[in-house]
């Protein structure tokens, strides 16, 4: 059950009515955390903007940037996160067998060395906050600089999105949760 009351849009202020007609523009819906950050327009206009950049300029591999929406997911047992997030990776090609070990809290099995690595790198973020000498050395040799910066800062707006979802009890489209 949400904490937050359904969205309207025909009680909005300009303001408001603005940000939620961005977020249809751009998302072709409002709920998830964006139904939520809507409670303060602002704050929504800039996540909006954040969240649609990761996927669009950032230089880190989309198919690894839906693996580490997973694995966060996950981790905190973020419902709504892991029901968008779970087809993009398919479709992305993030195998079943990975997806499903990291939906049973199991390490994969991987086949493919840079998802080792964003798997090891997300699950040591999300733990420590921080990565250790060796994991940060490992990241940069195989991602750069630049995509390091990346991944930490999405690392970092991920726990911010399952932090929202959780705390505010964002429903799951058709009510079935897809963690257990």
Same mark, same amino acid.
């Given at each position: 059950?949400? =904490?937050?009351? *359904? ?25 998830? !955390? ?14 909006? &903007?954040?969240?649609?950049? +990761?996927? #669009?300029? /950032? ?13 966060? *997911?996950? #981790? /905190?047992?973020? #419902?709504? *996160?892991? +029901?968008?997030?779970?087809?993009? $990776?398919?479709?992305? @090609?993030?195998? #079943? $067998? ?6 049973? =809290? ?16 997300? =699950? ?8 250790? !000498? ?6 940069? *040799? ?13 690392? @970092?707006f991920y726990v911010m999105v399952?932090? &929202? ?5 964002? !429903?799951? !489209? ?7």
């Amino acid at each position: 059950m949400p =904490r937050l009351p *359904a969205v309207d849009p025909t009680s909005m202020s300009p303001e408001h009515r603005a940000v939620y007609d961005e977020i249809l523009r751009v998302r072709g819906q409002v709920r998830g !955390p964006f139904a939520i950050w809507l409670t303060s327009p602002e704050l929504c206009h800039h996540a909006l &903007t954040l969240q649609d950049w +990761f996927p #669009q300029h /950032a230089t880190l591999d989309r198919r690894l940037l839906e693996l580490m929406i997973l694995v966060l *997911a996950r #981790q /905190a047992t973020a #419902q709504f *996160a892991w +029901f968008v997030h779970e087809p993009h $990776a398919l479709r992305l @090609g993030v195998s #079943q $067998a990975v997806i499903d070990a990291i939906r049973e =809290r199991r390490t994969p099995d991987f086949e493919k060395d840079d998802e080792r690595l964003v798997y090891d790198l997300t =699950r040591e973020l999300d733990t420590y906050r921080t990565l250790s !000498p060796q994991s940060y050395e490992r990241g940069v *040799a195989m991602l750069g600089a630049q995509t390091m910066v990346e991944l930490v800062s999405a690392v @970092g707006f991920y726990v911010m999105v399952a932090m &929202t979802l959780n705390t505010f009890e964002a !429903p799951v !489209p058709g009510g079935k949760l897809p963690l257990a």
